[in-house]
């Protein structure tokens, strides 16, 4: 109401805006990790980047340091030092584990990474369990609710505040929309909702803004191209390993969207996978509201009034989502 707004603004004339976080990359010596180290390092918000990794992160602190923005760089080495990283920050972001590689089945990269991020966000939970959690570790679509489970388990659970991080479908939705309807990129917004791997990951090409149309050939190429994205970047690389620069830059998007949000901006929405009510899933990924507190709102407009293609494949990605999350819920329970 009005009211809250006077007060808001005179509130705003009194405090200085805070304007200065403190962030902490797990797994920073990784692919994912470094560029997104720099692209933090370069955010005005930011006030100190803490580096985690078990090996390799003092180069990259040294490294990252000499660039002469705003922030301090600070750098830990293994678990002993993983609790002085997180005490204080504000955000935690997590791209810690390992890609997938040439002989490895699915089970081997989850057991693998599962075991990761079961370990980081109990360290978490110790340290600071007030912060916004940025979950980057495939595969998403169970390891968000790995780390939901850890969280309850530890009594600290605030499903406002994790988050798995599907920015980079996002950013594929609109460049490749931009590329095929010859649309100026900066302009473009596809929600992409559902999951975070194959099929159950859903862009909502009827809901592209500024408003688009697509002929039914255009929307099959389109969604196929955004749930393969990663693959195409895979074969490109061939054997180098998978996408990096691309979801480092995705990733400091949705830091600096959450950071943007903690500072007070009333006007911050960003597609993640959270816990939902959305649908019949306890997760799900969708547009939401960004505040000071984390989810804000949950943008359910965006499941009103889907094609027919949409809603197929909205029904056709829940069992294997379902499925995903399921395995998340099992590993984590299991664990002594
Ligand atoms: P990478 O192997 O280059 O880097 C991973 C880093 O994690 C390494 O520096 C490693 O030392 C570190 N690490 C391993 N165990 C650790 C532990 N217990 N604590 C802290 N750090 C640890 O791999 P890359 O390419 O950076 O990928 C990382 C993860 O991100 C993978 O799980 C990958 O599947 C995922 N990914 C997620 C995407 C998304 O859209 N959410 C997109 C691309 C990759």
Redesign the pocket.
Known sequence: GPKRGVMQRFTNQLQPRASSFKVAV??A?????QPLALLIKMSPLVSAVHL?????VKGVAADLSHCNTPSQVLDFTGPSELPNCLKGVDVVVI??????KPGMTRDDLFNI?AN?VK??VEAVADNCPDAFIHI???P?NSTVPIAAEVLKQKGVYDPKKLFG?TT?DVVRANTFVAQKKNLKLIDVDVPVIGG?AGITILPLLSKTRPSTTFTDEEVEELTVRIQNG?TEVVEAKAGA????LS?AYAAARFVESSLRALDGDGDVYECCFIQSELTELPFFASRVKLGKNGVEAVISADLQGLTQYEEKALEALKPELKASIEKGVAFAQKQP
Do not use: E, F, K
Not at 95 to 100: D, E, L, M, N
Not at 241 to 244: I, N
């Open positions: 797990l797994g010596a990784g692919g994912i990790g985690y990794d078990i090996a390799n791209p810690a584990g390992v890609p997938r990474n990761i370990t980081l980057i570790s495939n998403v991080v980079l975070h990663g390993g998978s996408a990096t979801m």
